[in-house]
């Protein structure tokens, strides 16, 4: 590898994983407003999904500038690859955590009620996710990677637990059926950045293996 | 561009064609198992899904081949990176398409009940949108690209008639909260699936044009 491929994908990852922390940063938020019912905090989950937006089109334009200058061939190229899929999955992470904005700032309207018991250890995990899967990348750490496809299933586990007590409340409450849908639709979004976190993790593990980790091993290459 | 990588170019847009079709089959067979109570459909889309992922799998690393051995540049590099986001989001449609079969499973087993009235027109479009969008990446149709883009709110448009038409149930009937929230679960895939094709349109519209027009156009470059 050349001193400048090495020196461009150094600013490459520390790139990526700037708007690692953005997208984080924006899950902290949006789920805090929701349990503290802080409109103020949805806002800037909102506000701030431009900036992401912005940097995703900025990183994917590094990443055709490295291909057509370097020409990088075998794991560099196979980097490249995977930072191009996990630049755009950041972007939907943080497409979601404003749609969980958007519920929390509807849900602050409404009169106080309970969240489901499962949400702060949801919430916990879904975030320790996402830097975990970001840290495996830029790491290569398969270890990392792996404790990310394991915490998924804890995560839809949880999902599916509110998804029932949710079920139950509106049942017994028809009143509280707007109130509970849009529970239903944070924990959805919640699971679906944990989705996209294991796609990110099973990427490296797909990279760092060569083999095929993807889609539950269930394919054959 | 050389004779070879012309080739190896149509050979890939052949491909990724073919992976459309299985999503596109898929998703209609999903959604015909839903209206019509066919399980049998239904577990079709399921055991075919892994056809569907083993695909992604072959295109990415073709792909791969083709940016190592043609280190291809400029347009000809925007189009191998556009397959590879276009390719991930076809494997996600795929998975979409089995949840609305897993559903459709589910709700083949309780009572008979009328579909949301807006059902049949959002599959239509849905199914459109798919098709469009690969017709466009291929051709770099620009006016295909931007179809995709405008029926994406229509189909939002339905999703949300739907979801209110549910909750509305789930109030004056609280015995049906399963099948209502079975219901919304569909809408919300097939809404996904829309939002999948108009990432790809805008891709392509991005490609085209060289211009920003993904995000809104809210972003600057």
Chains 1, 2 share one sequence.
Do not use: W, Y
């Not at 090495?6 to 700037?18: C, P, T, V, Y």
């Not at 499962?118 to 990392?144: H, T």
């Not at 707007?178 to 294991?198: G, H, K, P």
Request: glycine share 6%; proline share 3%.
């Amino acid at each position: 590898m050349t001193k400048h491929l090495l020196r461009d994908l150094d600013q490459l990852k520390k790139h990526l994983l700037e708007v690692g922390g953005l997208v984080e940063d924006a899950i902290h938020k949006a789920t805090t407003a929701l349990l503290e019912r802080r409109v103020d905090l949805a806002q800037e989950v909102m506000g701030g999904d431009g900036e992401i937006d912005d940097r995703e089109v900025a990183i994917e334009e590094e990443c055709l500038k490295i291909l057509a200058l370097h020409q990088p061939v075998a794991a560099d190229l196979r980097f490249i690859v995977a930072v191009l899929k996990v630049n755009n999955d950041l972007e939907r992470m943080g497409d979601l955590a404003v749609n969980i904005a958007e519920r929390s700032q509807e849900l602050a309207a409404t009169a106080p009620t309970p969240m489901p018991t499962g949400f702060p250890i949801m919430i916990a995990k879904v975030e320790e996710m996402v830097r975990d899967c970001l840290g495996a990348l830029v790491a290569l750490d398969m270890d990392r990677a792996r404790k990310v496809v394991d915490a998924d299933d804890e995560v839809d586990d949880i999902h599916r637990q509110t998804f029932l007590e949710m079920q139950g409340i509106m049942r017994e409450h028809p009143d509280q059926v707007v109130r509970a849908t849009a529970i239903i639709s944070v924990s959805r979004n919640l699971e679906r950045i944990a989705d996209q976190a294991t796609n990110i993790a099973e990427d490296v593990m797909f990279m760092v293996d060569g083999d095929i980790v993807r889609h539950g091993g269930a394919s054959t290459p």
